[in-house]
């Protein structure tokens, strides 16, 4: 097992701090394609990708205590208590080497957002943004084919208001601090990736973050 580069608390787990992780948190609406382009920033970029919605299933996949409940939220289409998918993303980012960070779909409302501040003490680099008319998203989920219970038009109409009444605050409340990058998310998969890709080359490469593997 590698060595922790990392301070370590009394429990024995892995701390974070802004010298030593780099968080970039990947939002938009459902359908907008942050699962697409999130495989493309690990290929070219060199980060690891955390999607909260896939920690969420794992959970429920493995018959955890909590999986019945967070089966519930997802098939209502409502965001899950944020002790639960914070407690998943600190796990998922104390076993990775790599402390460079995507994280997708998250925080999806204020309550994920002070939940990670708090207990991460981390402030995002910056936030992606995948900006997607409501039309698009409806239609790239009903096609999207992977068998979600969450992708069906009933949820769909429930996840969207989610969306625009929860975590388009947290995307101004980004915006208010200067740190949203906006990407027109309607065009091709390579369009997009293109424009993800000048933002990200944009990044000053941090030289205080361990290693990538
Ligand atoms: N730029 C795009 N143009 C057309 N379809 C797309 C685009 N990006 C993603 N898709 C498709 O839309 C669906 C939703 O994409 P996904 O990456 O899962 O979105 P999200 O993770 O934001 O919900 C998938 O079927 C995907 O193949
Ligand atoms: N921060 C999060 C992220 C996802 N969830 C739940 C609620 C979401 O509707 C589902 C699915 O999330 P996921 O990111 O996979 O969905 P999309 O890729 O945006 O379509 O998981 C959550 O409760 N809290
Ligand atoms: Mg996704």
């Not at 101004?172 to 990058?181: E, F, I, P, R």
């Amino acid at each position: 097992m590698a060595t922790s580069k990392f301070p370590t608390q009394k429990d024995g787990s892995e701390t974070f701090s802004q010298e030593t992780a780099v968080v970039v948190f990947v939002l938009g609406g459902p359908g907008s394609g942050k699962g697409t382009q999130c495989p493309k920033i690990v290929e070219h970029f060199g980060f690891t990708h955390l999607c909260a919605g896939d920690l969420l299933q794992a959970e429920i996949e493995s018959e955890s205590e909590n999986g019945t409940m967070i089966q519930n939220f997802k098939k209502e289409g409502k965001i899950v208590p944020s002790a639960i998918t914070v407690k998943l993303l600190q796990q998922a980012m104390q076993l990775s080497d790599n402390k460079r960070f995507i994280i997708d779909g998250f925080p999806r409302n204020e309550e994920n957002r002070t939940a990670f501040e708090n207990i991460m003490k981390i402030e995002p680099e910056f936030v992606l943004f995948f900006d997607c008319p409501e039309e698009e998203l409806t239609k790239r989920i009903l096609n999207r084919n992977q068998g979600r219970v969450d992708d069906n038009i009933e949820t769909i109409r429930k996840r969207l208001k989610v969306y625009f009444e929860s975590t388009l605050p947290v995307i101004n409340y980004y915006n208010s601090k200067g740190k949203v990058q906006k990407i027109d998310a309607q065009r091709s998969i390579d369009e997009v990736f293109e424009d993800v890709k000048s933002v990200f080359s944009k990044l000053k490469p941090v030289a205080r973050v361990g290693s990538m593997n």
